[in-house]
């Protein structure tokens, strides 16, 4: 009989890529995390991991045995929800997390009217990066996340998890209130070629959608600032120190001299997703998420 704590031991190592990080993810230490990876491998008679460079990969035989170990985590998942879909309503905790903006906007109006209806119900939120919004899916320390879709995500087909589109966000120019092109229905982007661009800072995906945006309209944009949070942009633009680039979902101050003009012509998105674990879809309480978050998002 496979001891099933040390094939989670083999998926961690597997999702976070060292034996040592994936230790850490599980409160083990490093030898022990490895005694684990070699006593499954001497039970089945296999070689479970080689040496890579300077870290280890799992063989050919490994990942054979992870597409049952990821199978046997998502039928847990799935017995999970069929004893508790025998309750009436959603009931215990709930842990949510979700990059800043889908937290901001999303998470937070979706939730606030299952603490009425749900009075059973008890939900956590927390604000999470990217990465480490998978990272907490896999752990099980989540049970729903909205992120974004980038190329970094696992993917689609992962049968670790189910990510579903939720909603595309579109960006727009921001401009001071008083820029010549903040009393217009639209513009083209490359008709701002010319200014002074306040973009996010590198460690942001939004970033590269505004790269991406300009060198389409066939251009550079002359990045002067760069901001981490959309607050600090709002504020440079509405000191007139140049023009910015931001979703809808981000907040942006209304006490502000700034102004969102639409681009035309295909404006570029970024497509957020709910994401959770393979099979927790259908978990009562993550499906009645779902449902609010729809309508906040429609």
């Known amino acids: 009989m ?160 189910d990510q579903q589109a939720l909603i595309d966000d579109v960006f727009d120019l921001v401009v001071h209130s008083e820029h010549p092109m903040a009393g217009r229905g639209s513009v083209r982007l490359v008709e701002a070629a010319g200014e002074e661009w306040i973009l996010p800072s590198v460690a942001c995906t939004c970033r590269q959608y505004a790269l991406s945006a300009c060198g389409a309209a066939g251009f550079t944009p002359n990045v002067v600032h760069n901001a981490l949070e959309w607050n600090a942009m709002a504020h440079l633009v509405a000191n007139g120190l140049g023009v910015g680039f931001a979703p809808r979902l981000a907040y942006l101050p209304p006490h502000l001299p700034i102004t969102r003009v639409p681009l035309a012509g295909g404006a570029p998105s970024r497509k957020l997703l709910t994401c959770t674990r393979a099979g927790g879809r259908d978990h009562p309480a993550v499906a009645a998420v779902l449902a609010e978050l729809a309508t906040v998002a429609a």
């Open 2 to 161: 496979i001891d099933l704590r040390r094939l989670r031991v083999l998926r961690a190592v597997s999702h976070y890529g060292t034996i040592t990080a994936a230790a850490k993810a599980m409160h083990f230490t490093t030898s022990a995390a490895s005694q684990q990876i070699r006593q499954l491998g001497r039970e089945l008679d296999i070689t479970l991991l080689e040496p890579h460079g300077r870290k280890v990969r799992l063989t050919p035989a490994a990942q054979r045995l992870l597409s049952h170990a990821d199978a046997i985590e998502a039928r847990w998942e799935q017995a999970e929800i069929d004893l508790r879909t025998a309750r009436e309503e959603p009931a215990g905790l709930l842990r949510l997390c979700g990059i800043p903006t889908a937290v901001a906007m999303l998470l937070a109006p979706a939730v606030a009217p299952l603490r009425a209806k749900y009075p059973r119900l008890a939900v956590h939120i927390q604000e999470a990066e990217q990465q480490t919004g998978f990272d907490l899916l896999f752990d099980g320390a989540v049970d729903l996340a909205v992120l974004e879709s980038t190329v970094d995500n696992p993917t689609a087909g992962d049968p670790r998890f």
